[in-house]
């Protein structure tokens, strides 16, 4: 994706105030992880939480197709994203957020759409 339309994308999920963010939240009791998230051509599905310094967020994800996924947060009309995956159909990691915040993972289908399965983990510091 080009630097121009990234930005764009930004600028639409910014104006737009864009959240799917399903209904069940993320915690420490209650990891997620999710089967067979059908994902029509260019939607996309956001899982969000409230972090603090020293939390780890652990997240692994695959796909049936290519999407675009990132980890991001929002300060003011600006979006801050600390990890973008172009066009992946897999990826996994830790993220460690050095501010509290809230912050949103989100994958977004591409053209031909796809079917995700992902599992996030949250960790407290000193847990």
Sequence with gaps: MTPAARALRVAIVASAGLCACTAAPVTVDSPKSVRGRELPPYESVEECLRLYPG?????????????????????????????????????????IPPVAQDYCLMWEAGPAGAVLDFRIRLRRAGN
């Excluded at 652990?58 to 003011?76: I, K, L, R």
């Design 55 to 95: 939390d780890r967020v652990e997240y692994a994800f695959e796909s049936t197709a290519p999407v675009d996924f990132n980890f991001h947060f929002h300060e003011g009309r600006t979006v801050v994203m600390p990890v973008v995956r172009e066009r992946s159909r897999a990826d996994a990691g830790v993220f």
